[in-house]
């Protein structure tokens, strides 16, 4: 049975376990003070075009965003996030855990605006309440859509005035600027939000998110955060060779184009079966509209996710990854086409 459940089912790309292979019998300083840490972090400055920034390796996402935003606000201070974000659909309550509240925002197509934050800074008033500080968006969304340029410098700016911090989940940063429709690159990013990570783990690497921040404000202490959270890894070396390998001649983009490349042409055989979508994605992610009759044949023969149930059909999630190769592409369109 092939998956498209996720983007992280394989392993690694050979480039990053030839580069794990190489260092694997040589000694280095653990919890990230060795010099494969330092030059991944200089290759990623390198990319951002900036040396104004902090850099920090740690092991997966969730880890990331519990570390990174328990870290960064005062315990009266509360996230802002939309209705689909991951830290309030997929984390297990972990930033709730940690007693900040995360203040639900609706949205569209999964992502923030200033329209949106607006109302809940009006309400959050006094000290009766608590504070909203962060605001927790994601890119890609967790339904495969993008912050434009202009969307994501409009809110940064937004953020500044009302002395909110921006916080990026860049889980999969890479399909997000590989996209041929996105108008956004690294140095923008950078540009615009205070912190945020590139992922690692869902684009080609064995493990590992590289947090970036850029806020002097939340530079401070930040290693005890890591280790208080158990997000210090003693191996960190293990982690910043493979940032390493992904940065070195552009590997990070080619295979998020390469993920993304194999998620259109599914797309594309799926619409010629007239299936309709429930929405359009330039990402590895797409949400076809099967009946419920055609997904449960489908999933004898593949793993994938029921998104969304809408009656008699349900809106199903397939992800596709640097590994994914055409041939199993082209035979879920062909099941599927059997199926419908």
């Known amino acids: ?11 690694t790309h050979p480039n990053i376990l030839k580069a794990l292979n190489e260092i694997n019998f040589q000694q280095w300083e653990g919890y990230g003070e060795d010099e494969l840490s330092l030059r991944a972090g200089q290759l990623i400055k390198k990319a951002l075009g900036r040396e104004d920034v902090d850099i920090h390796m740690l092991a997966g996402g969730t880890q990331t965003n519990l570390t990174a935003i328990s870290a960064f606000l005062r315990p009266h201070q509360a996230v802002i996030a939309a209705r689909t974000g991951h ?63 202009k969307e994501l410098f409009s809110l940064s700016a937004y953020c500044r005035k009302h002395g909110l911090y921006l916080f990026m989940d860049g889980a999969r940063l890479g399909p997000a600027l590989a996209a041929t429709c996105n108008d956004l690159c690294l140095a923008d990013v950078a540009d615009c939000a205070d912190a945020f990570y590139i992922g690692g783990t869902k684009n080609g690497a064995l ?95 593949y793993g994938f996710l029921d998104w969304q149930p809408m009656g008699d059909d349900v809106a199903v999630r397939l992800v596709t990854s640097w590994a994914t190769p055409e041939d199993k592409v082209k035979e879920f369109i062909s099941d599927l086409s059997a199926s419908i």
């Open 207 to 301: 493990f590992g998110e590289a947090l970036v921040i850029k806020n002097d404000l939340l530079k401070e202490d930040f290693r005890f955060h890591m280790k208080q959270n158990g997000a210090l890894p003693a191996k960190g070396a293990s982690i910043s060779v493979q940032f390493g390998a992904l940065f070195e001649n552009d590997l990070y983009d080619e295979l998020a184009k390469q993920a993304n490349g194999m998620a259109l042409k599914l797309a594309t055989g799926i619409k010629e079966l007239g299936v309709s979508f429930l929405g359009d994605t330039e990402t590895n992610q797409i949400f076809p509209i099967l009946s419920n009759s055609a997904a449960e044949k489908l999933h004898e023969l």
């Open 1 to 11: 049975m092939y998956s498209f459940k996720s983007d992280y089912s394989e392993g």
């Open 87 to 149: 830290i309030y659909v997929h984390e297990a309550g972990s930033i709730e855990a940690t007693g900040h509240k995360i203040l639900i925002v609706e949205g569209k197509d999964g992502k923030v605006s200033p329209a949106d934050i607006e109302p809940v800074l009006i309400e959050h008033c006094d000290e009766h309440m608590v504070q909203p500080k962060l605001v927790y968006i994601s890119n890609a969304s967790e339904i495969g859509t993008l912050y434009t340029k």
